[in-house]
C-alpha cells in the first residue's frame, strides 16, 4: 500500500491527526494516491480535503516502510516536509489535530510515526531530543 503524507512542523512541533475509525491513534496528514496522481498531486488533495488547507512546497523527507496501524499491511509511506497556507480544520474522515514533540506520554502514535519520522525529526534538528525540556 502505498501512502503519502506531510510532515508539517512549527515551533519545534509536529502536525499529527487521527481518523474517526481510531481516534486514539495519531499520524501525520495525507493518504492514498488516487490512479493517474503523482505524490504531489495526492498529498494536495488530501490536505484540502482533510485540513483545508494548501501545502506550500514539498520537499521530500523520507520513504519508509513500515505496517500500517489501521489496515496491518505492508505500507511505503512518503513523507514531504511542507508549510500550511491557511489555519488547518479537520474535516473529511478525520476525529482530531494536534502539534507534538513526539514526546507526550498521552499521545499514540503510529509506528511509521513514532519508530521511524519522530527519530528522523528529531535528528534533523526540527524537533527537540527526548530529554530537553
Known sequence: MNVVAAAVVEDGRLLVVSKQAAPDV??????????????????????????????????????????????????????????????PVIAAELAALRWTDGREADLLLAPAVERHLVPLLRSRGALAPPDAG
Open 26 to 87: 495519531f499520524y501525520v496528514p495525507g493518504g492514498k494516491p488516487e490512479p493517474g496522481e503523482s505524490d504531489e498531486e495526492a498529498l494536495r488533495r488530501e490536505l484540502m480535503e482533510e485540513l483545508g488547507v494548501t501545502p506550500g512546497p514539498l520537499e521530500p523527507v523520507a520513504v519508509i516502510e513500515e505496517t500500517a496501524a489501521l489496515e496491518g499491511v505492508p505500507m511505503r509511506l512518503t513523507v514531504f516536509s511542507t508549510t500550511l497556507v491557511g489555519e
